[in-house]
T-cell receptor, first 109, second 118 residues
Framework: GQNIDQPTEMTATEGAIVQINCTYQTSGFNGLFWYQQHAGEAPTFLSYNVLDGLEEKGRFSSFLSRSKGYSYLLLKELQMKDSASYLCAVKDSNYQLIWGAGTKLIIKP | GAVVSQHPSWVICKSGTSVKIECRSLDFQATTMFWYRQFPKQSLMLMATSNEGSKATYEQGVEKDKFLINHASLTLSTLTVTSAHPEDSSFYIC??????????????FGPGTRLTVL
């Protein structure tokens, strides 16, 4: 079967750095996405990785290792507004997006 | 760019009535649109994928006669929940993709519609 694993919940301190991991087992791979979802709102697109390596976009960076079936989202200089769920999703060989359950990130002052 | 709107943002209806939710891509043409539902504290569940001008493809377990999807144009898709019941109460979210389902195509989400069936 297809599976996306990410931690259920993480806690971090304002101003710090946090890394949210995602491991996947899918039938084929056509890219990995990270989305941010605030409570009661729809997801917003953060990043897309299809090749190995690190993609940096401001305070957020996303890393991919296809051989390990592994990605992480790195958030720097955490702000209170970063408190949200972070969803990892992988496109399989049929270009269908397989979603992880999301990681709820709690930022404390 | 890549803005998707949804209407209504919330709706409360009586059991047995039908509810229509509209999803529009405002500044791009959406070849493909997706409909999701999300229960509290759970992940997104894909209900169906629709391409403009063709019938929607429903995920296993989703009743196509209950959840009617119409994708009449490249900027509009509608989801109609027919004969809604309390168990249909959920957060319904649409997303739109600019270039179908290819690897790099990104889904942009609407703000969601919270449906409560009494």
């Amino acid at each position: 079967g297809q599976n996306i694993d990410q931690p259920t919940e993480m806690t971090a301190t304002e101003g710090a750095i946090v890394q949210i991991n995602c491991t996947y087992q899918t039938s084929g791979f056509n890219g990995l996405f990270w989305y941010q979802q605030h409570a009661g709102e729809a997801p917003t697109f953060l990043s897309y990785n299809v090749l190995d390596g690190l993609e940096e976009k401001g305070r957020f960076s996303s890393f991919l290792s296809r051989s390990k079936g592994y990605s992480y989202l790195l958030l720097k200089e955490l702000q209170m507004k970063d408190s949200a769920s972070y969803l990892c999703a992988v496109k399989d060989s049929n270009y269908q997006l397989i979603w992880g359950a999301g990681t709820k990130l709690i930022i404390k002052p | 760019g890549a803005v998707v709107s949804q209407h209504p943002s919330w709706v409360i209806c009586k059991s047995g009535t039908s509810v229509k939710i509209e999803c529009r891509s405002l500044d791009f043409q959406a070849t493909t649109m997706f409909w999701y539902r999300q229960f509290p504290k759970q992940s997104l569940m894909l209900m169906a994928t629709s391409n403009e001008g063709s019938k929607a493809t429903y995920e296993q377990g989703v009743e196509k006669d209950k959840f009617l999807i119409n994708h009449a144009s490249l900027t509009l898709s509608t989801l109609t929940v027919t004969s809604a019941h309390p168990e249909d109460s959920s957060f319904y979210i649409c997303s739109a993709s600019t270039t179908g389902t290819s690897g790099s195509s990104t889904q942009y989400f609407g703000p969601g519609t919270r449906l409560t069936v009494l």
